[in-house]
């Protein structure tokens, strides 16, 4: 018995393999690129925490909240090739995820391996409080101290040498924050949780 005859390729074959080829020779040179790029930047996440906590003219009148709120905000960027730019950056306090305060910040340029502290002031002005969370302060107020949570948004650009990265929202939860209404107390500081 007779081989079979060799095959002969078509030329849409050889195409077919050849755009094949291409296509995993371009996946191989993005994926060294990623990794070369990484492995020269070697990111690492950004560290958030309350470092001091104040409070003034804390009322609660007919479930109508006036206070005034003024935090630091020790924001640390490790990186030693990636500096920040915050462009936008909001401020919340909210009690029983109900928003008493907010306020924006001036946006800012943070260097590669800075620690910036940030004065972040918040003013609750006659806030309606809903539900029960008047009753919850005025118990809480009763200990001397209320457990408030600080929530920053803010919209940020990496910056790697001269390229610039594209914003990108940052999210940054503070909890629990415990706020002494009498200064004579001590604070401890508080992490923060990240999102990015």
Known sequence: ?????????????????LIAMILLALIVLV????????????????QYSIEDRSVQGFGLSHNHLNASFYFILRAHNPNSRVSIYYDKIEAVVTYKDQTVAFNTVAPFHQPRKNVTH??????????GLFGDVGRQIRREKGTG????????????RFKVGVWKSS??????????????????NGFERTSCDVDL
């Open 118 to 127: 940030l004065g972040v002031s918040l003013v609750a002005k006659d806030v």
């Open 167 to 184: 914003r990108r929202t940052l999210r940054i939860d503070c909890e629990p924050v415990l706020v002494h209404l009498s200064s004579s």
């Open 31 to 46: 994926g060294l690129a990623v990794l070369i790029t990484w492995l020269a930047v070697r990111p690492r996440h950004l």
């Open 1 to 17: 018995m007779e081989p079979p005859p060799p095959q002969k390729t078509t030329a849409r074959s050889r195409l077919v393999r």
């Open 145 to 156: 101290q209320i457990e408030v949570e600080v929530n920053v948004k803010a919209r940020i």
